[in-house]
C-alpha cells in the first residue's frame, strides 16, 4: 500500500531503541520529513509517491466495484454518496436522500455492500438498515418509495425475517411495478414457495437473460413438471391439508429426483448469499491454506461445490436455511430439508459400479452397507473410496452431488476424520491438502 500507520511506526522504533524519542529529540513531523515522509491523518507514505491510506483504498475499490457490477456513472456514485451520508450522520431532508436511492442501482449497491462488509456483524447492519428505511418511509412518496421498500426488503432478508422481506418487496412493486430489484426478489421467494412458473415470469419482466442460471433452471423445471390427477377440491398431494385448489391447482408436480435435486440447489443458494457467503469463504481460507495456494478465498468459496456443501452440512447451515426459508416451503421440501439435518460427510467404499442409477457401497464409520441413488454422471469402481454426502430422499438415500473419490494415499486420513466428529474447517484442510503438490516435486529451498 505505500503507507504506514504513524501510532505503529513510533511503537516500532520505541521497541528498537527506547532512547529514539527523549528529550531534546527533533518534534516527530521534522523526523518523518526527514526520513522523506508525509503524513495523512494517522497515516504516512513516502512523499511525492501515489499511496493511498486504507480507508481511501477501500473507498476506490468499492468506487471500482460498483462500476464493474452496478454500471454506475459519476451521477450514481454522487448519489450513493448521499445516501451514505444520511446512513452515517442522519437525514436532513428525506426528499433528497429519497432519491437518491431511488437513483438507476443505488439501492442495491447500498444494502449490499453495508451488509457485505459488516463480516460478522452483517446482521446488526441488515438491523440499522431495516431502521434507517423505516425511517424514510414515513415521508417517501410515490416511485421513490419503491427503492426505500427495496432496501428494506434486503435488510429484513439479511434478519432472516424472509416472510416480511417477501412482503417487503411487493411494496415495492406496488410503488413501482417495473422495479427490478423487486421483481428478482419476489422471484427467489416464489422459487422457494416452489413456483417455478411465476418466478421465471418474474425474472423475464425483471429483464433477467434467459441465459441467466436461474432463468435456465426454473425453465427446466416448469417444462418437467405435471399436473396431478386431482379433483380440484380434492386434498392437495403435496400435503399441505389445504384442497387442491387452494394450495398446488397452478403449481405442476415435479419427479422426485428433480425436486429433490431442485431443493439441494435452492438450499446451496442460501448458502452462497450476500450475509452467508462469508462462513463459504472461511472455509475456502482453510482448504486455500492446506493447498498452498494464493487465491482469493471468496472466489474460491464460491466456486466449489465440495465447500457449498461442507457449510450446508457439516457447518450446519441447513438448520438456518429450515429457520428462515422454512416457512416459505411446500410441506414436502420442508420435511426433505429436515430430514437433511445432522447429515454429515461420510466415507463409503464401493462394492460394485453403478447399476441403474444405483450404487451399492459400505459405509466405513458404521460398516452398514447401503443402495445409493446416484447420478448418471456417476463414475466408480469396485474398490474406490469416496467422500461425499447420503441425503434420505423418501424411503431411499442420495448421494449428494459434490462428492469427491479418495486417492489411495489419503484414504487413512480420510477414514480417521470420518470415524470422528470432525470440524468443517478440517475437512475443507483434507479437501486442501489432497490438492497441493506432492513433497517430492517441491523445491528443497522452499
Not at 289 to 309: Q, T, V
Not at 333 to 362: I, K
Request: aromatic share 6%.
Amino acid at each position: 500500500s505505500g503507507c504506514v500507520n504513524v501510532s505503529e511506526l513510533v511503537v516500532a522504533v520505541l521497541a528498537a531503541d527506547p532512547d529514539a524519542l527523549r528529550a531534546p529529540a527533533e518534534p516527530l513531523s521534522v523526523i518523518l520529513d526527514a526520513a522523506g515522509l508525509e503524513v495523512r491523518g494517522e497515516h504516512a507514505g513516502r512523499a511525492g509517491s501515489e499511496w493511498l491510506t486504507p480507508a481511501e483504498r477501500f473507498h476506490r475499490m468499492r468506487r471500482e466495484m460498483n462500476e464493474q457490477v452496478y454500471g454506475f456513472s459519476d451521477c450514481c456514485h454522487d448519489a450513493f454518496a448521499v445516501v451514505e451520508d444520511a446512513f452515517r450522520a442522519g437525514v436532513d431532508d428525506t426528499r433528497q436522500v429519497t432519491a437518491a436511492l431511488a437513483h438507476d442501482r443505488v439501492a442495491e449497491a447500498f444494502a449490499r455492500h453495508e451488509m457485505s462488509f459488516a463480516g460478522p456483524h452483517s446482521r446488526r447492519a441488515a438491523d440499522m438498515l431495516d431502521e434507517f428505511a423505516q425511517d424514510l418511509l414515513e415521508e417517501a412518496r410515490g416511485s421513490d418509495a419503491a427503492a426505500v421498500w427495496y432496501v428494506r426488503a434486503l435488510a429484513l432478508e439479511g434478519l432472516g425475517r424472509a416472510v416480511e422481506a417477501e412482503a417487503a418487496a411487493r411494496s415495492a412493486l406496488r410503488a413501482d411495478a417495473a422495479h427490478q430489484g423487486a421483481l428478482e426478489e419476489l422471484a427467489t421467494y416464489a422459487e422457494e414457495r416452489g413456483d417455478a412458473a411465476a418466478a421465471l415470469d418474474l425474472l423475464r419482466r425483471a429483464g433477467v437473460p434467459g441465459g441467466d442460471p436461474q432463468s435456465v433452471r426454473l425453465a427446466t423445471i416448469t417444462a418437467a413438471a405435471t399436473v396431478p390427477k386431482v379433483g380440484r377440491n380434492d386434498p392437495c398431494p403435496c400435503g399441505s391439508g389445504r384442497k387442491f385448489k387452494a394450495c398446488c391447482l397452478d403449481r405442476p408436480r415435479l419427479d422426485e429426483d428433480l425436486r429433490f435435486a431442485w431443493l439441494l440447489t435452492r438450499a446451496v443458494e442460501y448458502v452462497r448469499g450476500p450475509g452467508r457467503r462469508d462462513r463459504v469463504a472461511h472455509l475456502a481460507a482453510h482448504a486455500l491454506g492446506a493447498a498452498g495456494s494464493d487465491a482469493h478465498p471468496m472466489e474460491r468459496g464460491m466456486a466449489d461445490p465440495r465447500l457449498h456443501e461442507l457449510a450446508l452440512f457439516d457447518e450446519g447451515m441447513i438448520d438456518g436455511y429450515l429457520a428462515e426459508r422454512g416457512p416459505l416451503l411446500p410441506a414436502a421440501d420442508r420435511d426433505l430439508a429436515e430430514s437433511w439435518a445432522g447429515c454429515r460427510l461420510a466415507l463409503l467404499e464401493a462394492l460394485d459400479a453403478p447399476q441403474d442409477g444405483r450404487l451399492r457401497v459400505r459405509d466405513t464409520g458404521g460398516g452398514d452397507e447401503l443402495t445409493l441413488l446416484v447420478g448418471d454422471e456417476t463414475e466408480c469402481a469396485a474398490g474406490d473410496f469416496l467422500l461425499g454426502h447420503v441425503l434420505p430422499h423418501g424411503d431411499a438415500l442420495r448421494l449428494a452431488p459434490a462428492w469427491v473419490r479418495v486417492p489411495v494415499e489419503l484414504r487413512d486420513a480420510a477414514r480417521e476424520m470420518a470415524g470422528g466428529d470432525t470440524a468443517a474447517c478440517d475437512w475443507a484442510e483434507w479437501f486442501g491438502s489432497a490438492e497441493a503438490p506432492a513433497a517430492a516435486e517441491l523445491d528443497p529451498e522452499e
